[in-house]
Structure formats: structure tokens, C-alpha cells
């Protein structure tokens, strides 16, 4: 594995580099931050890796722990700035669901023809441990411990089992594979980033019969909590994932930090670290692009294909999300995507 100097020397030479790593970290602020190190161990080294290795990056830069963001906040602060568009680091200290409010939202689609499917998730990340570059083996299982002794206070619709991948059968993990549920470890960023280090100690899936609550454990972040089902209504998925991370609180500590909310690993996830997306067929839309991105943008949600960012649309079906997760409530965020996907319903029947 590469030293700092090392990696040092490929950030300065790869001219080209367009990451906001390349952009963001001079070599005034190398040299303040070199000799640096976090609580848990975490160095600018950690930091840095993947977008040194990586140049073609598009962010370049992970936090090696919840103090990383303190610590290496000279480089982090600017990279958080430029990639959520913001001037000052400025989250809601509260965490404000808006149950009343979301919860007489309902369907969003109640015909059922535009709307295939709704998901929200959350990141979160447990407070007395570093994010995957400083994690040890051991650290790994007793956080997935942890984490499990949680998801087994759930109760209800959110009863639900935990499959590690640690000796997980064929069956199993074909099941998962095709349900299109079980995460991989071929990511080349993230595994630079030590994303994968011990693969697949200390990791898992949890998730409910019905498969409408799911649970990924030490993917990328510490925990992934998922909330989804068939069609368009919003509140039914959004109080679960709710009534979840509140129970799950019961138990776990989670990181935050003033300004920027809920730590996780990536500095593109902080503040709610919450990301709420519809399936919608829109396929009239889809001819009519400048419309299209313009509600897009008049309303900070995001198109994506179906597959993921990057991806292109298939059938006229688009994954339209909230762009902004920094800077303002968890409710304000799904108000968001509520009134960016309204819109498109408008438009699309008007067409």
C-alpha cells in the first residue's frame, strides 16, 4: 500500500484529474494536515487513497473516521462546499422527520400507472467506530454484533432476519443475487478506499419477509437502512424506515456533527444522509429533455436510470431522487422529491 509522499505524488502529477479531491487539496494544506492523525487512528493517507490511486474520480476523498471530518476538515470542508453547492456548512441541528406532515402525503400515484416503485434509505454510522480504513477484523464483527442485537429489538412489520455473508448458502445468495438486494465488492473506488478490506467478515444483509425493510451492514457505510415497496405510496415507506431508525436508536449511537449532520463515510451522503427515489414510467417526458430537466432542476430532484447513477433510462422509466441531503430537515428533503415527482406527473398527463 502506498506511503503519503507516494500518493502525494500522483495527486500532483495527474494534471488531467478533475476530481474535487485534485481541486481542493493544495500543497499548503497537504503540508498542514501530513502529520495529522485521529483518534482512531485515521491519517490524511486514508483520506486521500482512493482518488490518488483513482484520478479519474469524481470526489476523490473519504473521511477514515467520524473525527476525519474535524480533523482533516482544511480539505473535507471545501470538498463537502463545492459538492453540495453550498457557501457555509450550516445543518439543522434536530432531526425533523415531519411524520404528521409526510404521513397524509399517501400514494403519490393512486392510479398506479406512472409509479413502479418507491425507496428511501438512510446512511448511518455507528459513533465509536472509524469508518473502513482504520477498522480492524475484530472491530468489524463486534460492530456487526452490535448492529445485529439492534435489528433483533425490531418488532412487527420490521421483524425481520439477518443473513451474514460470512458462510451464507448458495440458496441464499442466489436468492439475494436475483432480488437484486446483495452488494458486491467490485467497486475499484471504494476498494482502494479500503472499502473491502476483510470482505466479507463482519458484513450482512437483514430484511423483513416481504422484503419491504432491509438492512446492509458494513457495505460501504456501517449501516444502510432501506424502506421500499410496489408502487407510489410514499408514506407508507417513509414511516417505516422512521419507526425503524427510531427503534434502532434505542440501542445505537450514531455520528453527527454539528453543521454537518450524520456522519458517513463519503463526504456526497451527510446530512440526512437520506436519499428518496420513485420508479415513474414518463416516457412523453423522456422526448421533451429541456422540460424535463428543468422541472428536474426548478425542484432539486435528480433523474437517473433504473440501474443507478450513470445509468440510461429503460422503457421510458426514470429513478427521480432528492438531490440535496445537507442543509435542510429530513422533512424538507422528502417535500423535495414529493413536489419534483408531482410535477412530472403533471406534465407527463399533459403531454
Request: proline share 4%.
Given at each position: 500500500?502506498?506511503?503519503?509522499?507516494?500518493?502525494w505524488?500522483?495527486?500532483?502529477?495527474?494534471k488531467?484529474?478533475?476530481?474535487?479531491l485534485k481541486?481542493?487539496?493544495?500543497?499548503a494544506?497537504?503540508?498542514s494536515?501530513?502529520?495529522?492523525?485521529?483518534?482512531f487512528?485515521g491519517t490524511?493517507?486514508?483520506?486521500?487513497?482512493s482518488?490518488?490511486?483513482?484520478p479519474?474520480?469524481?470526489?476523490?476523498?473519504?473521511a477514515?473516521?467520524?473525527e476525519?471530518?474535524?480533523?482533516f476538515?482544511?480539505?473535507?470542508?471545501?470538498v463537502?462546499?463545492?459538492?453540495?453547492?453550498?457557501?457555509?456548512i450550516?445543518?439543522?441541528k434536530?432531526t425533523?422527520?415531519g411524520?404528521?406532515?409526510?404521513?397524509?402525503?399517501?400514494?403519490?400515484?393512486p392510479?398506479?400507472?406512472?409509479?413502479v416503485?418507491?425507496?428511501?434509505?438512510?446512511?448511518?454510522?455507528?459513533d465509536s467506530?472509524?469508518?473502513?480504513?482504520?477498522l480492524s477484523?475484530?472491530?468489524?464483527?463486534?460492530?456487526?454484533?452490535?448492529?445485529?442485537?439492534?435489528l433483533?429489538?425490531?418488532?412487527?412489520?420490521?421483524?425481520g432476519?439477518y443473513y451474514?455473508?460470512?458462510?451464507?448458502?448458495?440458496?441464499?445468495?442466489k436468492?439475494?443475487?436475483?432480488?437484486h438486494f446483495l452488494?458486491?465488492?467490485?467497486?475499484?473506488f471504494?476498494?482502494?478506499?479500503?472499502?473491502?478490506?476483510?470482505?466479507?467478515?463482519?458484513?450482512?444483509?437483514?430484511?423483513?419477509?416481504d422484503?419491504?425493510?432491509?438492512?446492509w451492514?458494513?457495505e460501504?457505510d456501517?449501516?444502510?437502512?432501506i424502506?421500499?415497496?410496489?408502487?407510489g405510496?410514499?408514506?407508507?415507506?417513509?414511516l417505516?424506515?422512521?419507526k425503524?431508525?427510531?427503534?434502532?436508536?434505542?440501542k445505537l449511537?450514531?455520528a453527527?456533527?454539528d453543521?454537518?449532520g450524520?456522519?458517513t463515510f463519503c463526504?456526497s451522503?451527510?446530512?440526512?444522509?437520506?436519499?428518496?427515489?420513485?420508479?415513474?414510467?414518463i416516457?412523453?417526458?423522456?422526448?421533451?429533455?429541456?422540460?424535463?430537466d428543468?422541472i428536474?432542476?426548478?425542484?432539486?430532484?435528480?433523474?437517473?436510470?433504473?440501474?443507478?447513477?450513470?445509468?440510461?433510462?429503460v422503457?421510458?422509466?426514470?429513478?427521480i431522487?432528492?438531490?440535496?441531503?445537507?442543509?435542510?430537515?429530513?422533512?424538507?428533503?422528502?417535500k423535495?422529491m414529493i413536489k419534483?415527482v408531482?410535477?412530472l406527473?403533471?406534465?407527463e398527463?399533459?403531454?
Open positions: 500500500m502506498a506511503d503519503l509522499p507516494t500518493l505524488g500522483k495527486l500532483e502529477a495527474a488531467d484529474s478533475k476530481s474535487l481541486k481542493n487539496l493544495d500543497k494544506t497537504y503540508e494536515l501530513k502529520d495529522k492523525k485521529t483518534k487512528g490524511l493517507a486514508d483520506c486521500i487513497r482518488g490518488c490511486e483513482n479519474e474520480s469524481g470526489v476523490g476523498i473519504y477514515s473516521d467520524p476525519g471530518y474535524t480533523t476538515a482544511p480539505v473535507l470542508d471545501k463537502i462546499k463545492d459538492y453540495h453547492k453550498i457557501d457555509k450550516d445543518h439543522p434536530a425533523v422527520f411524520k404528521d406532515e409526510i404521513g397524509k402525503v399517501g400514494d403519490l400515484d392510479s398506479g400507472d406512472m409509479i416503485s418507491t425507496r428511501i434509505r438512510v446512511g448511518r454510522s455507528h467506530y472509524g469508518f473502513p480504513p482504520v477484523k475484530e472491530d468489524r464483527v463486534d460492530m456487526e454484533k452490535k448492529t445485529v442485537e439492534a433483533n429489538t425490531l418488532e412487527g412489520e420490521l421483524k432476519t451474514p455473508l460470512t458462510g451464507m448458502s448458495a440458496d441464499t445468495e436468492q439475494l443475487i436475483e432480488d452488494f458486491k465488492n467490485d467497486d475499484r471504494l476498494a482502494a478506499a479500503s472499502g473491502y478490506d476483510d470482505w466479507p467478515t463482519g458484513r450482512g444483509i437483514f430484511h423483513t419477509p422484503k419491504k425493510f432491509l438492512v451492514v458494513n460501504e456501517h449501516l444502510r437502512l424502506s421500499m415497496q410496489k408502487g405510496n410514499l408514506s407508507e415507506v417513509y417505516r424506515l422512521v425503524a431508525i427510531e427503534t434502532m436508536e434505542k449511537s450514531f453527527k456533527k453543521g454537518l450524520y456522519l463526504p451522503n451527510l446530512g440526512t444522509a437520506l436519499r428518496a427515489s420513485v420508479h415513474i414510467k416516457p412523453k417526458l423522456q422526448k421533451n429533455k429541456e422540460i424535463f428543468k428536474c432542476a426548478d425542484n432539486n430532484v435528480q433523474a437517473r436510470g433504473i440501474h443507478g447513477e450513470h445509468t440510461e433510462s422503457g421510458g422509466v426514470y429513478d431522487s432528492n438531490k440535496r441531503r445537507l442543509g435542510l430537515t429530513e422533512e424538507a428533503a422528502i423535495e419534483g408531482q410535477e406527473i403533471a406534465k398527463k399533459s403531454l
